[in-house]
């Protein structure tokens, strides 16, 4: 069994900063590319981030140059650094990893639960 586990999300005033984890755990092999979406309410979920295993990274526009996706690969982990927030951020932020299992050596895309980004004064 694979799960991603995200935390950090909260309330917080415009042009302040959070910092999101997704920690992956369980039988995992190896994990390919990790990434951030969002989703806010009635709109389509979107691509925040997105980072490959050996650290390439890219990002939506309406974030660039706010936020910074990064990663630990010993501890299947990806974090999201969050900096000048917006009230437009306000969102759902769920995780996103392609992983390959042990024993099943089967890859394929996980979720997190996703966690609640609240941009508000």
């Known amino acids: 069994q694979v799960q991603l586990v995200e935390s950090g999300g909260g309330l917080v005033q415009p042009g302040g900063s959070l910092r999101l984890s997704c920690a992956g755990s369980?039988?995992?092999?190896?994990?390919?590319?990790m990434a951030w979406y969002r989703q806010a309410p009635g709109k389509q979920r979107e691509l925040v981030a997105a980072?490959?295993?050996?650290?390439?990274?890219n990002y939506a526009d309406s974030v660039k140059g706010r936020f910074t996706i990064s990663r630990d690969n010993t501890e299947n982990t990806v974090y999201l650094q969050m900096n000048s927030l917006k009230p437009e951020d306000t969102a759902v932020y769920y995780c996103?990893?392609?992983?390959?299992?042990?024993?099943?050596?089967?890859?394929?895309?996980?979720w997190g639960q996703g966690t609640q980004v609240t941009v508000s004064s």
């Open positions: 996103n990893a392609e992983i390959t299992r042990r024993f099943f050596f089967d890859r394929r895309d996980y």
């Open positions: 369980g039988s995992i092999l190896s994990i390919n590319d």
């Open positions: 980072i490959t295993r050996g650290g390439d990274t």
